[in-house]
């Protein structure tokens, strides 16, 4: 058994801390934001707190937030193992000058125009570097708009498609080059550039230096290890990665409160979910409470958690993660679409016949 420390501000590490902890591991969650202590409330093992200045008990510390970066600095240089997290990885995800300056000058890529974004396919590209080298790279598409047929409002994302690389002109046009940049700064956990491609011109979005949700929970689909292994393994160098040569999907559980139909205190004790022993790890949960052996909702936030699947194809992945939908919610106040993955076959078949990818 293994200690795991998270660094957080809002909570998105949930579903990870939940799996973890499932499989032996002691974990923790720090976060400031006192409207999110009652989340995991219930929970024996993950638990939240507030201070993180214990961190030398921990095997591992992992940042999931852009922000905390001073402080995974300062564990750092107190020899703290901390995976992701860091000043420079706050710039490079929150500074849009500077990580335009950085993808042009290092990746001669531009920055994407509104016209670009409306014609082009979006994808997200990611890899995983240990300090000398990316040791893993996979390709995620999202969908990011609330309702099905992409449209509503943005909220990050509601769902997307995943699948694992040994590299191609993707990877060697957005992540490649970053090499010598990230083994200066001892970068050390995932990196991922989100981009537009339009027939054979590539246009850059954003970077993300922390785990990408849901892209991490479809990963884990894909996983020949335990998460918390890939996890060590990538901070640690030590050991290899395997990864299954199929298709992952990860569909997002919301409820927003504008939508809420229940009082809020009636949402708070909601009971929503009947998991069946045999859907449990497809089952990603967030912004729960504990309540003996029922997760309610917390109601702390929107964000619900997810459901992944793999397959060979799309079509298998949806048919999967959407029959596990079916027999695990109780509530029609849970929102999620029923279109994730539906185009993601033709659009990659789109860029491979652009030569993106393999």
Partial sequence: MASVMFLSKNLNCAPLALKLAEDGHLVKIFTKEARLQGCLKGC??????DSWRNFKQYDLICADTAGLGEIADEIKGGNGLVLGGGVFN???ELDKVYSERVI????????????ECTKGIEISTEGWFNGESFIHYNHSIKQKRLLDGDIGPEIECMGNVV??????RLTETVLNPLTPLLKKVDYLGPLSVDCIINEDKISFLSFT????????????ELMNMSLFDFLYRTAT?????????EIAIAVRMVMLPYLKTVRQEELHSLRIFDIPQEA???????????????????GAGDVIGCVTARGMSSHECRRRAYRTLNNILLS?????????????????KSLRGGGWLN
Avoid at 44 to 49: H, L
């Fill in 332 to 348: 029609k106040e849970v929102i999620y679409r029923r279109d994730i993955g539906s185009k993601a076959e033709a659009q990659v």
């Fill in 237 to 245: 160098q030590q050991g290899s990665l395997s990864f299954k040569k």
């Fill in 209 to 220: 230096t922390r785990f990408s949700y849901d892209a991490m929970q479809a990963l884990n």
């Fill in 104 to 115: 042009s000058s290092i990746c001669k890529l531009t920055p994407y125009t509104p016209q």
């Fill in 280 to 298: 449990k790890k497809h089952v990603w949960l967030g912004d729960i409470y504990k309540n003996k052996d029922n997760y309610l909702i917390n």
């Fill in 163 to 168: 699948w694992v690389t040994e590299g191609d």
């Fill in 90 to 92: 706050d710039r490079l």
């Fill in 44 to 49: 024996k093992n993950p638990s939240v707190t």
